[in-house]
């Protein structure tokens, strides 16, 4: 599981299933971090990243200059929020998978609103952080439900079957782009697999362009990405007893044409011995040893089209910004 939010799930009946600050449990992050750092190349899965600490600066990181993504998807629904819903076809459940905080998905929320008065929006997120702010963010809606889930997926998605109606699922944001393809081809079809047919699917991905304009969103001035990625190692410390020095890793972000995503390292400044206590371990690193944190890839048109096809979605439309830099694709469970 390489994407930022996967694994089991709860269900919208039950309302959330608080775990701490998140759907994971501390066996799952002791046994990630242990395989990672034992892991030759080192590697870290991405959902790491997201503890509350990590959801507070990746909000951060959504409101530089340099991160064009959520700027672009943000335009993109707010111009086209009315033919989404129309397109999806009214009246819906919206149910959101990787919801954050939810600030991306409230064009979606009010339009569904105009078309049919009342909706039922059901975001999911790992993070209890998240979905707290969620519940913030859109307090006072005339007009909508909220029903919050502390869950995980692909890994359980049944209680899908429980939201009423006809659904909406989202995944905005890019999310998708931090899945290997395979991983997202399975997503999408986990995620199909729970839809009746008339469901739809709305998913947001950056495409690909030209890398001078990709890497500074991974990569800001202000050195907020790499604070995001640095407090991966500082959780380690938190919950785990590990020793790690911030200050002896640098965060690096690179271009791999072939593959067409953003690769995102932490890379040791110094040879040095970590030891987590907790663990029982000591990851041993040489100077200018990469350790792989994450990976986000930028997709094509025709071939987001053709995950929703490998899929059983059938896309219906696609939404873009003037620049073809983001897109946002509708498809329908055939
Ligand atoms: C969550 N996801 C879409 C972000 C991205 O753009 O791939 C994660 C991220 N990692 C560093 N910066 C942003």
Known sequence: MTGPHTGAGAGPEGGPSATGDSAWGDGAVARAVREGLLASPKRLPPWLLYDDAGSALFDEITRLPEYYLTRTEHAILGENA????????????LVELGAG??????FLIEAAIRAQERVLYVPVDVSKGALTSAEQHLAGVAGLTLCPVVARYPDELGWLAAAPGRRLVMFLGSNIGNYEPRE????????SAELRPGDSMLVGADLRKDPAIVLPAYDDAAGVSERFNLNLLERINRELGGQFDARLFRHVARWNDAASRVELYLESRVRQAVAVRRLGITARFEAGELMH????????????EALFRGAGLEPTRTF?????????QHGRRR
């Open 82 to 93: 009315d033919a989404i819903i129309e397109a999806a076809g009214p009246p819906l459940s």
């Open 101 to 106: 905080s939810a600030t991306k998905t409230r």
């Open 184 to 191: 997202a081809a399975a997503l999408l079809g986990a995620v």
């Open 293 to 304: 944190m994450e990976n986000s890839y930028k997709l094509t048109l025709p071939g987001l």
């Open 320 to 328: 873009t910004d003037a620049r073809g830099w983001f897109a946002v």
